[in-house]
């Protein structure tokens, strides 16, 4: 099984709709992430969370919100969906203790607002 | 802004090494260099890291100049299987800041 799972990988909505993207992780690590990739550009980090207690926007956070539900849970929300969040989103995962902060992703989330 | 800068797109023959270059002329002291491959749309994958030391494990190996300021990353033996961009970032160890940059689109061909 997958050490980092992402739900759902597709998604097609509407301009306006409310959507949750969730990612669980089985490595026991603190650090969760989430980024988004247009295409053709690398990733760009959304938010970042560094235990349950501790979330922090990164550099395009505007539009979204997250929520760390346990360790191993992290949610990412558009509350009223628009096109140009259409993109390929990712989750990572790390774990400072076991080495200079190498990520781990899931296999993303293609997210398409209409 | 990205703090690496890589050519677009590079070609190698299967079963060369394929050499991969990286500038990072602002990098500080703190900074390690680390190199992430991504394949098609998957999620990217570790591949290395390294400070100051050149640095080899079972996929590739990091070189890293002795001011620090540029970085090659190399695989011995390329596959087909290798073909994907690949990204070169610095960050300080221990914190969450990855600074994507649009990477190299590595392909290999037969």
């Known amino acids: 099984d997958a050490d980092v799972t992402q739900t759902p990988r597709n998604r097609i909505t509407k301009t306006g709709k409310r959507i949750m993207l969730e990612c669980s992780q089985t490595k026991g690590h603190d650090r969760m992430y989430w980024y988004r990739q247009d295409p053709g550009l690398g990733l760009r980090l959304i938010y970042y969370?560094?235990?349950?207690?501790?979330?922090n926007k990164g550099e395009i956070s505007d539009g979204y919100s997250v929520s760390r539900q346990a360790q191993a849970k992290f949610s990412l929300s558009l509350e009223s969906a628009i096109p140009n969040q259409t993109a390929l989103y990712f989750c990572?995962?790390?774990?400072?203790?076991?080495?200079?902060?190498?990520?781990?992703f899931g296999p993303g989330t293609r997210l398409t607002v209409l | 802004d990205a703090k690496t800068t890589q050519p677009p797109s590079m070609d190698c023959a299967e079963g060369r090494a394929a050499n991969l270059p990286c500038n990072h002329s602002t990098i500080s002291g703190n900074e390690y260099v680390y190199w992430y491959r991504q394949i098609h749309s998957q999620g990217p994958q570790y591949i290395i890291h390294g400070l100051k030391n050149n640095e080899t494990n079972e996929m590739a190996s990091l070189i890293i100049t002795e001011d620090r300021k540029s970085s090659t990353l190399i695989l011995p033996h390329a596959t087909l299987r290798d073909t994907a961009v690949y990204y070169c970032i610095v960050s300080p160890s221990g914190t969450y800041k990855y600074i994507f940059g649009t990477g190299t689109r590595l392909k290999v061909l037969a």
């Open positions: 969370s560094f235990d349950v207690k501790d979330i």
């Open positions: 990572a995962t790390s774990d400072p203790a076991s080495g200079p902060n190498e990520q781990f």
